[in-house]
């Protein structure tokens, strides 16, 4: 209607005889919807490039995932300030007891210690913090029978002690630094992280001394991945190239062959069968170029002896934008810029699931939670269970029920996650942590699931 109006007065013509319609295909005007769109991209491109200025919070929060009433629900029990910079990327490894969390925050890399504890009411009362850190441990429809009460009446809660233990400086680009990933290595001996200079850099941890730095590629290194053994480094660019360097001594191990004319995009190592001392290594490969045909993307699958191909299976022309494996190894997950979602089987690389456009834009982050009796105590007897985040600020939980029964369910409030089972499942308590990282302009970033022994 203000389109209708507004061309009447360009063309000043009021006439009720005249044709509105035709106005406005002589005037040429964008309609509605394509301006929605236009605004939406623009919006974006501001707020990654820092051209304006969105308030919003710039926190590390970490969530806990319940069952309740056969709904699956994340409620955040701790957020940590990150100060005026926003967590873009991150990695996090957990050892038993405590875990670790590497983020990159522009062209720093800090790197945060997690302690799980349980505090009393008592004790709460006494402590000047923030409440919002505290969540209680007992819901009211808590139908395991079970509680948490200290005697009187009050139950415990739970949350976290969030410790910022060192940061330094990852990415020294000229014309813009800026860390792109981080990876922890399962000993815990040191991190690696990559960034738009092209190098390859590896610290020691705890002291974060840097022990090698190599200019791995040309352009920016937009994935690295640390074998299972802790024996290898995989880095992948923009420039097409992937390799594989020795962690201990930083030299070039070999080059990964990919498809012509195609380029890397991330890459992930994964077990055989849940054996510990067999593993794979997985990439996704998009085309260097866009054409008017579209052209299809790859998933490929790479002995980590030989580093030569064992599979390729294309993923549709959906340009791929993330990758996750399970823990396990059976399950590797792909997202896509388009916002759809993929999953295929590690051995055969078979699809085995797929929802198109589940989230409005580019998927930025996938997380399969653990395969262990304890999450499925969580999540159901479901075959997996991957969370997906967008730059939409949704959280997406995607589910295969065993004979083949699909089904996924959404929410726009990452706060909260519910999922719809078709079997009744008991009620147990449980410590399952999401760890997602809130991008500047208000949109995840990273997540990743730990779990936690009670």
């Known amino acids: 209607m203000v389109q209708h109006r507004a061309a009447r007065m360009v063309n ?25 769109a236009e605004a939406k991209v623009i919006m ?60 990159g925050l522009d062209d720093e890399c800090h790197v945060f210690s997690l302690k799980y504890r349980v505090t009393s009411p008592d004790k709460r009362k006494k402590d000047s913090g923030d409440n919002s850190n505290l969540r209680k441990r007992k819901e009211e429809n808590d139908s395991s029978g079970k509680s948490d009460n200290t005697g009187n009446g009050e139950t415990k809660q739970i949350s976290f002690d969030i410790e ?19 990876q922890i290595s399962r000993c815990r001996q040191f991190l690696a992280t990559g960034g738009v200079d092209g190098y390859l850099r590896v610290w020691k941890y705890p002291d974060m001394k840097k022990s090698m730095e190599i200019q791995a590629h040309k352009n920016d290194i937009d994935d690295i991945d640390i074998s299972p053994d802790s024996q290898y480094i995989v880095t992948v660019s923009r420039e097409k190239n ?7 001594d930083g030299k070039k191990h070999t080059d990964l062959n990919g498809p012509e004319e195609y380029r890397f995009r991330a890459c992930r190592y994964g077990l055989i069968e849940g054996n510990k001392d067999k593993f794979n290594l997985y990439t996704i490969s ?54 759809s979602v993929g999953v295929y089987i590690s051995f055969s690389l078979q699809k085995l699931y797929y929802i198109k456009e589940i989230h409005s834009i580019f998927v930025t982050g996938l997380a399969f939670m653990p395969s262990s009796e304890a999450a499925r105590s969580v999540t159901g007897n479901q075959d997996f269970t991957l969370m997906s985040i967008s730059a939409d600020n949704t959280i997406r939980v995607h589910q295969v029920a065993p004979r083949g029964i699909v089904k996924y369910n959404e929410t726009h409030n990452p706060m909260r996650v519910r999922v719809t089972f078709k079997v009744k499942v008991t009620y147990v308590r449980s410590n399952m942590q999401l760890i997602p990282a809130v991008q500047q302009s208000g949109y995840l970033s990273v997540v990743k699931f730990n779990w936690i022994q009670s």
């Open 242 to 248: 992937g390799f594989v360097w020795k962690a201990k």
């Open 164 to 182: 910022k233990i060192t940061s330094v400086k990852t990415d020294f680009h000229k014309d813009g630094s800026f860390q792109k990933v981080v």
């Open 44 to 103: 974006l491109f501001g707020a990654l490039n820092h051209l304006i200025f969105i308030p919003a919070d710039k926190v590390l929060e970490i969530y806990e995932l319940q069952l309740l009433e056969n709904r699956v629900l994340a409620n955040s029990i701790c957020r940590h300030a990150t100060g005026d910079k926003a967590i873009m990327n991150g990695g996090s490894d957990y050892d038993g007891r405590h875990h670790l969390f590497a983020a």
């Open 12 to 36: 000043s013509n009021y006439r009720t005889t005249s044709i509105v319609t035709k106005m406005l295909s002589q005037l040429e005007w964008p309609t509605i919807q394509e301006r929605k």
């Open 286 to 339: 998009i085309p260097l170029k866009r054409t008017q045909k579209p052209q299809p993307c790859y998933l490929t699958s790479w002995d980590s002896s030989s580093f030569q191909s064992k599979g390729n299976q294309t993923t549709g022309t959906e340009v791929l934008s993330s990758l996750a494996v399970s823990d396990d190894g059976i399950y590797v997950a792909v997202g896509t810029i388009s916002g």
